[in-house]
């Protein structure tokens, strides 16, 4: 696809790899539509990129809730004439073990209250938006692609039952939609991120990043801007569907 006046929207465009994401593709010529819930970071982001010579706008939305998923998506198309692409990197973590033990005793357990908060954003929300992005693409005739961020705890991370579940979700949702929707010209993929430099891991003691970073052959936090070179190689690469980019410096969890 080429980028120059396609209309992308990015969920989590607020600030992170979704602000990332969201300059890589202004720098590529793309108008952006931002949903994001902090209206400040939205507005900084939709700043940035219109700094670009494109359009950038924001818009608030709980990518949980159906009705507001449905009103913004429709407000996307009103304002920009078409939609020609989704990235669904909005996400929360609420993490911890499925049950904790001390000396023989379980003392605490993962509420469902953590469960149902990851699920509804990570999962759910990534259902909502590639369903009315899909419709919308559908209806407009010029094909388009999404973009599901899963992550490299897919596959399993310890404390993470939430979380994992949800990126292990996404990424087959997008096989899913790959093989359904590509008679619309509509393609459908996955990036699967590393531990990657963000505000929250920026801000952890240098001791605990140097744990994260020890089992990774790069020796080195993923960049945000990498995580977005990735999602436009798929935006780009025409013949690419279905598939999941792992994105994680060389480590397997």
Known sequence: MDMHEKTVVVTGGGRG???????????????????????ADLEETA?????????????????ADEADVSLAMSRVVA???RLDGLVNNAGIVRDGLLVKVKDGAVVGEMSLDQWNAVIGVNLTGVFLCGREAAKHMIALGNGGVI???????????AGQS???AAKAGVESMAVVWAKELARFGIRAASVAPGFTRTDILSAMRPEVLNKLTAPVPLKRLGLAEEIAHAVRFIFENEFFTGRCLDVDGGLRL
């Open 162 to 164: 939430n979380y994992s």
């Open 79 to 81: 304002d920009f004439g």
């Open 147 to 157: 973009v599901n961020i899963s992550s490299i705890s897919r596959t399993g991370n």
């Open 47 to 63: 700043q940035r990129c219109a700094a670009k010579s494109v359009q950038a706008r924001g818009y608030r939305a709980n990518v």
């Open 17 to 39: 790899i979704g602000r990332a994401i969201a300059l890589d593709l202004a720098a590529q010529g793309a108008n952006l539509a931002l949903f994001d819930l902090n209206e």
